[in-house]
């Protein structure tokens, strides 16, 4: 029994969510208890600063520097704070804060072609038109990815007295693969089924899956996953666009319920290069940020569609490119699907993809006794300390690495 802090914070950046978990086992027998789980809402000022390097805005190195120490504060604070009340943790799992995101490949498979605010590539800047981009010269390599998380691991370390282990998707990366998801081994360790095929569908700014077949025979090798595309990063925007800026989500999804999708913009929009692209693949706000929902509104324009249908159609285009994600690349459609991440809270996006998975039953990891607000931040637990064991955390089917490697570096948790 090892007391872990797990702290991510996501492509919403809404905030830090920190779990403390209760771990015991390591694989087919990994157990966890979910002990505390908060999630510490950034201060306004720092969450716009974020965003807005997000969209690409162009910052100093120094400004850089104190971006990342505002972050690794808040995390360390964030892991003071869970263990109130509580046996102290020995180990922390922190994620970061993922501040830019590029897939390997050198393709755009979501890391280029945003043309967000700041953006000085010579290249195409349609969001909606860029896609796999001009193949690397003959010869040479194709390109690592690239993932960059701020919050240093040494600094929550210090602070905390607590080893730290962190940065998470570089080993993954350095092994060629897209350093995304990451969740998946944990979700085939804690939520496989005997006889069910399951689909663990996050829902966070950005939307990933975890495919886990029915738990016989070489099923661990048939394990899947990938980023599916939007989350709530399209919705979040547009109710922050539509509000200007009183609202930063649509609560249950009231809003767009109240309104119809425009179908004919959801199947052009379907065409993007993204949601065609085969796994392994990771994405970001780098494509599914500030500059696509402006293409998406120009797009809208047309139909002149009301606040309320607008957002009915970008709930559509979440829903619908997660269900053409499945149908297209899983070797056949899961029994059940359990969603979890802030979406699972969106009642009308729940329903839309209940409509459009049909007799696929649409639930959520709380269901099977896993917390879908925390599930994300006890994955990162379980990572550091599977990475603490010695045990590789990345499965090469989700992230295309050409091989299982130990994720995270790890910073003793000493004061001097
Ligand atoms: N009650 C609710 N109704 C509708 N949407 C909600 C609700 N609660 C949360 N959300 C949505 O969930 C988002 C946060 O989800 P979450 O914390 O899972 O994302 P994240 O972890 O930042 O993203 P990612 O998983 O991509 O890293 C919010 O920005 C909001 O859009
Ligand atoms: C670079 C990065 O932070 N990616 C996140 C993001 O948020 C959802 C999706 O895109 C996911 O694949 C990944 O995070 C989760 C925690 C993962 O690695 O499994």
Redesign the pocket.
């Given at each position: 029994m090892t007391y872990v802090i797990g702290l991510?914070?996501?492509?919403?950046?809404?905030?830090i969510?920190a779990a403390l978990v209760d771990i015991s086992g390591t694989d087919l027998d990994l157990k966890i208890e979910l002990l505390a789980g908060e999630?510490y809402p950034y201060p306004v000022e720092l969450r716009e600063r974020i965003l807005a390097v997000c969209a690409g805005k162009a910052i100093s190195m120094a400004e850089l520097a104190e971006l990342d120490d505002a972050i690794a504060l808040a995390f360390a604070q964030a892991a003071q704070n869970i263990q109130n009340g509580h046996k102290p943790a020995s180990l922390i799992g922190s994620h970061g804060q993922?501040i830019y995101h590029r897939p390997p490949g050198g393709g755009g498979e979501g890391g280029k072609g945003r043309g967000g605010e700041g953006e000085t590539r010579g290249i195409d800047n349609s969001p909606l038109l860029y896609g796999r981009g001009s193949p690397a010269p003959l010869g040479s390599p194709a390109p690592l990815g690239y993932s960059l998380q701020l919050g240093r691991g040494a600094v929550i370390a210090h602070l905390t007295a607590i080893t730290t282990i962190s940065n998470f998707r570089a080993g993954d990366i350095a092994a060629g693969g897209q350093g995304a998801p990451l969740v998946p081994r944990v979700d085939a360790y804690l939520l496989s089924h005997p006889q069910e095929g399951r689909c663990i569908q996050?829902?966070?700014?950005?939307?990933?899956l975890a495919y886990i077949p029915p738990r016989r025979d070489n099923w661990l090798e048939k394990i899947l996953g990938w980023d599916t595309g939007p989350?709530?990063?399209l919705?979040?925007l547009a109710v922050h666009h539509l509000t200007a800026g009183a609202k930063?989500?649509?609560?249950?999804?009231n809003w767009a319920a109240s309104g119809t999708p425009c179908h004919p913009l959801v199947e052009q929009w379907l065409n993007q290069d993204y949601f065609h692209l085969p796994p392994p693949k990771s994405t970001g706000r780098e494509l599914f940020g500030v500059a696509y929902l402006h293409q998406c509104l120009k797009d809208a324009e047309i139909y002149q569609l009301s606040s309320a249908d607008l957002l009915a159609t970008l709930t559509e285009l979440t829903a619908a490119s997660i269900v053409q994600n499945y149908r297209t690349f899983l070797p056949q459609m899961p029994q059940q699907v359990f969603l979890?991440?802030?979406?699972s809270?969106?009642?009308y996006?729940k329903h839309r993809l209940q409509i459009l998975l049909q007799s696929i039953p649409v639930l959520t990891t709380d269901e099977v006794g896993l917390s879908a607000?925390f599930k994300?931040a006890i994955a990162f637990a379980v990572l550091a300390y599977w990475r603490n064991l010695g045990i590789p955390g990345n499965l090469p089917a989700a992230t295309g690495a050409s091989q299982e490697v130990l994720l995270g570096e790890i910073c003793l948790g000493t004061r001097d």
């Amino acid at each position: 029994m090892t007391y872990v802090i797990g702290l991510i914070s996501g492509t919403s950046v809404d905030g830090i969510d920190a779990a403390l978990v209760d771990i015991s086992g390591t694989d087919l027998d990994l157990k966890i208890e979910l002990l505390a789980g908060e999630t510490y809402p950034y201060p306004v000022e720092l969450r716009e600063r974020i965003l807005a390097v997000c969209a690409g805005k162009a910052i100093s190195m120094a400004e850089l520097a104190e971006l990342d120490d505002a972050i690794a504060l808040a995390f360390a604070q964030a892991a003071q704070n869970i263990q109130n009340g509580h046996k102290p943790a020995s180990l922390i799992g922190s994620h970061g804060q993922t501040i830019y995101h590029r897939p390997p490949g050198g393709g755009g498979e979501g890391g280029k072609g945003r043309g967000g605010e700041g953006e000085t590539r010579g290249i195409d800047n349609s969001p909606l038109l860029y896609g796999r981009g001009s193949p690397a010269p003959l010869g040479s390599p194709a390109p690592l990815g690239y993932s960059l998380q701020l919050g240093r691991g040494a600094v929550i370390a210090h602070l905390t007295a607590i080893t730290t282990i962190s940065n998470f998707r570089a080993g993954d990366i350095a092994a060629g693969g897209q350093g995304a998801p990451l969740v998946p081994r944990v979700d085939a360790y804690l939520l496989s089924h005997p006889q069910e095929g399951r689909c663990i569908q996050n829902i966070g700014g950005i939307g990933n899956l975890a495919y886990i077949p029915p738990r016989r025979d070489n099923w661990l090798e048939k394990i899947l996953g990938w980023d599916t595309g939007p989350g709530n990063s399209l919705l979040d925007l547009a109710v922050h666009h539509l509000t200007a800026g009183a609202k930063i989500y649509d609560e249950n999804g009231n809003w767009a319920a109240s309104g119809t999708p425009c179908h004919p913009l959801v199947e052009q929009w379907l065409n993007q290069d993204y949601f065609h692209l085969p796994p392994p693949k990771s994405t970001g706000r780098e494509l599914f940020g500030v500059a696509y929902l402006h293409q998406c509104l120009k797009d809208a324009e047309i139909y002149q569609l009301s606040s309320a249908d607008l957002l009915a159609t970008l709930t559509e285009l979440t829903a619908a490119s997660i269900v053409q994600n499945y149908r297209t690349f899983l070797p056949q459609m899961p029994q059940q699907v359990f969603l979890c991440g802030g979406g699972s809270r969106n009642l009308y996006l729940k329903h839309r993809l209940q409509i459009l998975l049909q007799s696929i039953p649409v639930l959520t990891t709380d269901e099977v006794g896993l917390s879908a607000d925390f599930k994300e931040a006890i994955a990162f637990a379980v990572l550091a300390y599977w990475r603490n064991l010695g045990i590789p955390g990345n499965l090469p089917a989700a992230t295309g690495a050409s091989q299982e490697v130990l994720l995270g570096e790890i910073c003793l948790g000493t004061r001097d």
